[in-house]
């Protein structure tokens, strides 16, 4: 099982970034998929989820309004369109995935947000 992370990179405050993550392996239909993200010297926060199969979405307080997160299921896909970016989300972000536990991790995407 692999997460590919991409779509990181440097923006401006208050500019948009989307992140990619494409999960190869297995299907991940009866899974959910989540998005995490660690700064520097703090530890992994969750940051948005969603289940492949009632389309549920989660996300943390410090992203909602802010943050979307969407998959497609035909290419077993998880997006995360980021707007309204902020310098406090600089971190690196991860994609997991799992049924019960989060159990599958990608290498992470590295986001930086300029003020």
């Known amino acids: 099982v692999q997460l590919q992370a991409s779509g990181g990179g440097l923006v401006q405050a208050r500019g948009s970034l989307r992140l990619s993550c494409a999960a190869s392996g297995r299907t991940f239909r009866n899974y959910k998929m989540g998005w995490f993200r660690q700064a520097p010297g703090k530890e992994r926060e969750f940051v948005a989820g969603?289940?492949?199969?009632?389309?549920?979405?989660y996300y943390a307080d410090s992203v909602k309004g802010r943050f979307t997160i969407s998959g497609d299921v035909a290419k077993n896909t998880v997006y995360l369109q980021m707007n309204s970016l902020k310098p406090e989300d600089t971190a690196v972000y991860y994609c997991a995935a799992g049924s019960g536990r989060y159990d599958f991790w990608g290498q992470g995407t590295l986001v930086t947000v300029s003020s």
């Open positions: 969603i289940s492949w199969s009632g389309g549920s979405t």
